[in-house]
């Protein structure tokens, strides 16, 4: 008798080279990794790793959709630095504001844990410092991948790889302030304002905002 395995989840496959096969009709993968098999793990991973992301909306602005993920562009042209590099990620579950909020406190620790005063070099950083980075990574790692999202079905929005959608009274600050976040790895997101379904919404959200710097201030 045969064994048929069916997976419905989209899964997360990182490998440490990719290359065309010869008749170019294919991808070689070498030194690969299969990741943990967690509802929205792709997403919250290119979320939480992308040097930039722009988050993408639905037509009725009631939800996240996406988000172009990448180097960014040029504040003068609007065009991608790095195009070849650019990712538009559509979501396959529910994301949502304090999932968002939630990513920026992780890139927020990991660039502590990775930056260094002048004059430090690796070897002789703060210890105890890291110790905390390490905890609160861990901690809010955790949170974000524990949590159960629904799923939504996969939408793309109008305009692909373009940046710069996003009209400028829509953006929300991440709530979160840095010492010098010009030096910073990981950059902070902005969130974009939805159009609310809930009136009780807005009041939920600004003490999440408030329960979270809580949290980073340690």
């Excluded at 991808?27 to 997403?43: D, E, K, Q, S, V």
């Excluded at 949170?143 to 009209?167: D, P």
């Excluded at 959200?205 to 979270?212: G, I, N």
């Amino acid at each position: 008798s045969s064994v048929f395995v069916l997976c419905v989840e989209r899964r997360l496959l990182v490998a440490a080279t990719v290359e065309e096969n010869s008749s170019s009709t294919g991808l070689i993968l070498r030194n690969t990794t299969l990741m943990p098999n967690i509802h929205g793990f792709p997403a919250l991973m290119a979320l939480l790793f992308a040097p930039r992301a722009e988050i993408r909306v639905n037509d009725t602005g009631t939800k996240y959709i996406g988000a172009l993920c990448g180097l960014g562009y040029d504040v003068d042209t609007d065009m991608p630095l790095f195009p070849e590099h650019d990712m538009e990620v559509r979501f396959d579950v529910e994301i949502n504001i304090q999932d968002l909020q939630e990513i920026n406190m992780l890139r927020f620790w990991m660039s502590n844990a990775t930056s260094l005063d002048e004059g430090e070099t690796a070897l002789i950083g703060n210890s105890i410092n890291i110790v905390k980075c390490q905890h609160k990574i861990r901690d809010f790692l955790l949170i974000l991948l524990r949590r159960k999202r629904k799923s939504q079905e996969l939408s793309s929005g109008k305009k692909q790889y373009a940046w710069n959608l996003v009209e400028p009274e829509l953006l929300m600050h991440p709530g979160i302030e840095m010492s010098d976040e010009a030096k910073s790895m990981f950059k902070l997101h902005w969130a974009v304002a939805l159009n609310d379904e809930d009136t009780g919404l807005t009041d939920e959200l600004r003490t999440h905002v408030q329960a979270l710097q809580e949290l980073a201030a340690g």
